[in-house]
Each structure stands twice: as structure tokens, then as C-alpha cells.
């Protein structure tokens, strides 16, 4: 498999960890990143059940991802006098290993790096699938023919736009939006760590709107409702006047949180989306992580990444050069995993609509039995034991 030409657009998670796969199986690998670089920073990010702790291990990046873990973070979710009604405790919140989304990307870009050839700054601009190859035009390096395009570019995804269609076809947004910004706010007057060292994060719901700081999610997270996307995606200062417009009159530490996001230097918005696909592949063309499957902060995403870019190597190495027989059951091998993409919401989770919904979640985790029901159904959908064991290095 050695003349097989494959380009990974996007370098965050999903592509690194198929150029790892795909390298030291006989393929001969570009990822090309827009970014110039590997992203540090970022919210946290988890992985549980066993099929994702197993995909780590045969990838071989486990341990480093262990000694990079963060705490588990309960969350408080109070009322406006800091009152405590509910806690999320991090078990459910971050699964069983959580880890910095940059530290996870630089983990991958390691183990990686020398399985590819990565090609920083650049970006696709056009494809074309002619049957017999995919002719690919970038922004700054010449055309090149591949054997085959993969998309790992998130759920903006350019390659799904170029191949499959207009995103608004294949990606249902929830009318929820969220951000994560750096900077800290005064928790004064509230326990951050518990007596055994673990560490505490406070949530405040108002109906539609969630701020939630001091977690390690992200220092701090909003997730809020709004009848349109009124901001330019491509413009930052447009994106934190947003935000100030959705959080305006909200009580608690809000406008302070709020404050500090206009002037944090890590920050990011985006809608909550789910991509709504049940196949993931066109031609020579193939989906992998958010841009086929995403479902914002809904949960086991990062893991669902790892284990589409596992089975796609698989079945690539498996089809021995047969990319058609190979992507076809990339398709039907991933299509049970990917149920929880398309369904749910976690915008109506984390910020309910109404003040008897806020009232039922909080009353949900505050009810043992409840949050043992909770705790159990997540385990059950992290876990797919049919995923098959592949011979790959």
C-alpha cells in the first residue's frame, strides 16, 4: 500500500490520529492544517468506556494522556446567592480520563509527526473526484492528485462542503450556542476545592443561558439561547459582543464573566450543532471525527474521533488497496457508534429553557438513584464492544 497517495485535512485530533494508523501501515500521508500550527489551549476534553481506552492503548498514547489528565471538577450548580441545588459530579462530567484539548493535540501531533508529512498554513480550496483520483487544489501549494481526501476539519468541515454539499444540508444547528474564554473571575466567598483535593467548579442557570466558572472545561463556559446567530463567524470582536448581547441582565457573577471574555486571549463561540449524516463517505472521499459525526459538548465526541480514525485505518489496511470495499464498511462499521451524534441536545441540558426545567435537571443529580441511572446510561453509550480488533501497528 505504499503508493497509496492519502490527504488528511485538519490536524487537531481525528486527522493526527489517522496519519499515525495510516504511516505506519504502508500509506503515504499528507495532513495539511490551516492553522500554523498545533492549537494549544482549549477546554478539556474526555474519554470513557473501555473501547476508548482501548483505542488509546493500541495507538499507544495511553500513558502520555494519563500524566496529562486534569482533576475531576464537580460541578455546583447554585442560585443566585450561591446556594448549592445540584452537583455534576466530574465522574459524569468527564468521564473517566479528561485532558486539555492542545495538550491532546500536541500528544497526537508527537506520536505522529513522523508517520506524515505536515503541511502548516495551507488549506484545500477545491476537490475533484474523477473516479480514478481526487485532484486537489490548496490556497498556497501547487494541485496535487491523491488516492483519497479525508475530512478532519471539524464540523465547518471545508472537505464535506467541497465534497458532499452546503453544510446547512448536513449540519442542524439547536439555537444554543456556547463559549469558553481564559481569564479568571472572583470566586470569592466559594470552596473551589473540596477537603479531599478535588477540585470545584460553580454553574448558574438562568431560563436559555448557562455560566459555569472555574472549571476545567474551561475557566470559564457559557452556553446560552438566541433566535438567530447574530455575529460573523470569521470576526472575534464580533463574537464576544455576542455573547456580552445574550448575557445582558443576567444575575449572579455573569456580567463579571461576561467582562472578563471581552479581553481573555483564549477564547472561542460557536453554535451547538449536530451533523446529521449516516454515511460517510463519496467516492474517495471520507468523513472522520465532527466533520461526519459531531455533536457539540454532547459527549464522547473525542472519543468517537479516535475510534472512526481506528476504524477507517482498519478497514483501508483490511481492503488491501480496495478504497470502495474499504470505505463501505468504514460506513456500516461506524454507523451504530455515531447514533448518539444524531440525536440530543446538550444546550437544553446545560442551559434549560424554562425554570421548571432547570428545577428537574438539578433535581435528577440531586436524587441518588437518579444519578446512578444517569451515570450507568452513559457508560452503556461510550461503550461498543463490536468495534473489531484490527492487525494494525
Do not use: C
Not at 471525527?289 to 468517537?304: C, E, H, I, R, V
Amino acid at each position: 500500500m505504499s503508493g497509496q497517495k492519502v490527504l488528511i485535512s485538519g490536524a487537531s485530533i481525528a486527522g493526527p490520529a489517522l496519519a499515525r494508523w495510516l504511516g505506519r501501515n504502508g500509506f503515504d500521508v499528507t495532513v495539511v492544517e490551516k492553522a500554523a500550527q498545533p492549537r494549544p489551549g482549549g477546554q478539556a476534553v474526555d474519554f470513557k468506556g473501555r473501547t476508548h481506552r482501548d483505542v488509546l492503548a493500541r495507538m499507544g498514547v495511553l500513558d502520555d494522556v494519563e500524566a496529562q489528565q486534569t482533576a475531576k471538577t464537580d460541578w455546583r450548580m447554585v442560585d443566585a446567592d450561591d446556594r448549592v441545588r445540584a452537583v455534576l459530579p466530574g465522574e459524569f462530567i468527564g468521564g473517566d480520563v479528561e485532558i486539555l484539548r492542545g495538550d491532546l493535540t500536541g500528544i497526537l501531533h508527537r506520536h505522529s509527526r513522523e508517520d506524515a508529512e505536515y503541511v502548516f498554513g495551507d488549506e484545500i480550496t477545491a476537490l475533484s473526484d474523477t473516479g480514478d483520483g481526487v485532484y486537489v487544489s490548496f490556497a498556497r501549494r501547487g494541485d496535487e492528485r491523491f488516492d483519497l481526501v479525508i475530512g478532519a476539519d471539524g464540523v465547518h468541515s471545508a472537505v464535506r462542503r467541497l465534497a458532499f454539499g452546503p453544510e446547512d444540508a448536513y449540519v442542524r444547528r439547536s439555537g444554543y450556542y456556547y463559549a469558553v474564554a481564559g481569564g479568571a473571575v472572583d470566586l470569592e466567598g466559594l470552596e473551589t476545592q473540596r477537603p479531599d483535593g478535588r477540585a470545584v467548579a460553580y454553574g448558574h442557570n438562568e431560563p436559555g443561558r448557562l455560566v459555569l466558572l472555574g472549571g476545567q472545561k474551561a475557566p470559564s463556559l457559557f452556553v446560552f439561547r438566541a433566535d438567530a446567530a447574530d455575529y460573523d463567524r470569521r470576526d472575534e470582536g464580533s463574537q464576544r459582543a455576542f455573547l456580552a448581547r445574550a448575557h445582558a441582565g443576567m444575575g449572579w457573577r455573569a456580567s463579571a464573566a461576561v467582562e472578563a471574555a471581552q479581553t481573555a486571549s483564549d477564547f472561542y463561540l460557536d453554535a451547538l450543532a449536530r451533523t446529521r449524516m449516516t454515511s460517510f463517505t463519496r467516492g474517495r472521499v471520507a468523513l472522520v471525527g465532527d466533520a461526519g459525526y459531531a455533536n457539540t459538548l454532547g459527549g464522547f465526541g473525542t472519543g468517537l474521533a479516535l475510534v472512526g480514525a481506528y476504524v477507517l485505518a482498519g478497514e483501508l489496511v483490511a481492503a488491501r488497496g480496495d478504497h470502495a470495499a474499504a470505505l463501505s464498511a468504514y460506513d456500516a462499521r461506524m454507523r451504530k457508534p455515531t447514533k448518539i451524534a444524531r440525536s440530543g441536545s446538550a444546550g437544553s441540558f446545560l442551559a434549560p429553557p424554562s425554570p421548571w426545567r432547570i428545577r428537574l435537571r438539578d433535581w435528577t443529580f440531586a436524587n441518588r438513584a437518579m444519578l446512578r441511572l444517569m451515570m450507568w446510561m452513559t457508560d452503556v453509550f461510550a461503550t461498543d464492544d463490536r468495534i473489531p480488533a484490527y492487525p494494525l501497528r
